[in-house]
């Protein structure tokens, strides 16, 4: 091949690639969007259905499809070792059955816009477990970051408004609500890093899928009292719309779309897109919930998402060998 065909093959390689990262982004880009909106329905949802009723059926629909898109994409392998088994149904229960009851629940409890802020603190909570597990090492940068979100958690959990002008409840319990959430939040992160071990043996389209089918019983199990009190037959046709979205576009095609994120353009700009979330939240709480946003939570909100940036960008100083 000659220099100038060399040459030339670069930069067609080069185009397309930007091409394929370009695409990448944009379908990102559709996950912010649907993550902002997910809120929102959820809040306004729970004024028919318990959180607990409503987040086991979404989960199980949401399990069903990302198995059904296993068993076709990779013909459900399921040569699988005991001990990954093992670690698959412990990261399972993790992130969603313990993180999805305490996300359900604080949102109940707190205001969507608030919740998620706090859901978007995740990378922070992730570089805390990694570097106590000796995962990575944390820097001084990303102990900095972590400082920041924390200052930030506070002044958003000041300024969460119970009520709005007309003194209608926004917010339940806005204190135990916003603590649940960050419970929630190191259930993810724990959830995150957990499966570090599993990503580099199995694909993450079943560790996701396995993860679900495996955690989605102890949900039950969590929720079944709520499930019983729950009249499902005076359910809305647009709750129902609701937990479909929940289950099969929130969760199955978002979980999707991330990993090829994470594969595409790598784990540390596809968490910036996350922080996306709340900006979009808080907008379309505003206007479509009357959610006020207070002086001290855009204050609390900036400073959160700058310490989570701070985390996210700043490099391990190391890593542990697996």
Not at 79 to 98: H, K, Q, Y
Not at 218 to 228: H, I, T
Request: charged share 15%; with cysteine; glycine share 8%.
């Amino acid at each position: 091949m000659s220099q100038v065909a060399r040459i030339k093959r670069f930069f067609y390689n080069r185009a397309v690639s930007r091409s394929s990262e370009r695409t990448v982004e944009l379908l990102l880009l559709m996950v912010v969007g649907i993550w902002g909106t997910n809120f929102i329905l959820m809040k306004w949802v729970f004024r028919e259905i318990s959180p607990l009723a409503f987040n086991a059926v979404r989960m199980t629909i949401a399990a069903l499809a990302l198995g059904l898109v296993w068993v076709w994409r990779e013909r459900g392998s399921w040569r699988i070792s005991a001990t990954d088994w093992l670690r698959l149904w412990g990261v399972g229960l993790l992130g969603n059955a313990f993180y999805q009851v305490l996300f359900v629940t604080g949102l109940d409890l707190t205001t969507s816009g608030v919740s998620s802020l706090l859901i978007s603190t995740i990378p922070v909570w992730a570089a805390l477990l990694a570097a106590l597990g000796r995962v990575e090492a944390i820097t001084s940068k990303t102990w900095l970051g972590i400082g920041i979100a924390f200052v930030g958690i506070v002044l958003v959990t000041l300024g969460t408004p119970e009520r709005d002008a007309h003194h209608r409840v926004l917010a339940k319990d806005p204190l135990m609500g916003n603590a649940l959430t960050l419970l929630a939040s190191l259930c993810w992160a724990g959830y995150t890093v957990f499966q570090k071990r599993l990503l580099e043996r199995h694909s993450p389209l079943r560790t996701s899928a396995l993860g679900l089918l495996l955690g989605v019983p102890g949900l039950w199990v969590l929720a079944w009292g709520e499930v019983r009190r729950q009249d499902w037959k005076a359910l809305s046709l647009e709750a129902w719309g609701v937990i479909f979205y929940a289950g099969v576009i929130s969760i199955a095609l978002a979980y999707l779309i991330w990993s090829l994120g994470v594969q595409r353009l790598g784990a540390a700009r596809t968490a910036v897109f996350n922080n996306l979330v709340p900006v979009l939240t808080f907008a379309l709480a505003f206007f479509f919930l009357g959610e006020p946003i207070t002086p001290l939570q855009i204050v609390g909100g900036a400073v959160v998402l700058v310490g989570v940036w701070q985390t996210v960008l700043a490099p391990a100083n190391s890593q542990k060998d697996d």
